[in-house]
């Protein structure tokens, strides 16, 4: 590896067969250890800004055209709705069980077989939250029957909460839950 520094610029080469740490790197450009402690410092926060930015663009509370979701229905207060034609059993619930205005929601569901319990898979659900405003969430990808949904709630009052599942081509249920926010 070549190091040259003129002009204010850096020119690097890199010779396949060598291997230099970014010690080395910093000792031939003459940094002092305050300058290096800086430089591994920015390295190190930049790491954790591109994970931190990953998970954010990741998180299945974002509006989106193309969400995949996955959650288990970790509440003692769950809604049942049950459609005998489609054979289709959809439990809701939501943490925290007393929610107020400031706190943000979870909005879990799980679609089952009525029958089997067994949960369907391959999915698609659109969640629409009404009050005043009303808050859509297209096209989540429900893998295995149960997905979750962050919401903050800006205001108290009862909201509506309806729910599509569709498989492939073709509408499977519509379904209707009530979140009382105080």
Not at 105 to 126: E, M
Not at 138 to 165: A, P
Not at 172 to 181: D, G
């Amino acid at each position: 590896m070549q190091l040259v520094f003129n002009n204010n610029t850096l020119n690097l080469t890199i010779w396949i067969g060598n291997y230099y740490s970014l010690y080395d790197i910093c000792s031939n450009l003459h940094l002092s250890l305050m300058k290096f402690s800086i430089l591994i410092l920015i390295i190190i926060m930049s790491f954790f800004s591109l994970i931190l930015y990953f998970t954010m663009t990741n998180s299945t509370t974002k509006f989106s055209n193309s969400t995949t979701a996955y959650a288990h229905l970790y509440s003692n207060i769950t809604q049942l709705w049950t459609d005998k034609l489609n054979n289709i059993k959809i439990q809701f619930s939501y943490l925290p069980e007393k929610p107020t205005a400031d706190d943000t929601i979870q909005l879990q569901f799980s679609i089952q077989n009525l029958q089997t319990g067994i949960h369907l898979k391959d999915l698609t659900a659109k969640v629409t939250i009404f009050n005043d405003p009303i808050y859509k969430y297209d096209n989540i990808t429900v893998n295995d029957g149960d997905f979750s949904i962050r919401r903050l709630f800006l205001d108290s009052g009862m909201h509506q909460v309806i729910l599509k599942v569709s498989s492939k081509d073709y509408s499977l249920a519509l379904a209707s839950f009530n979140i009382s926010v105080l």
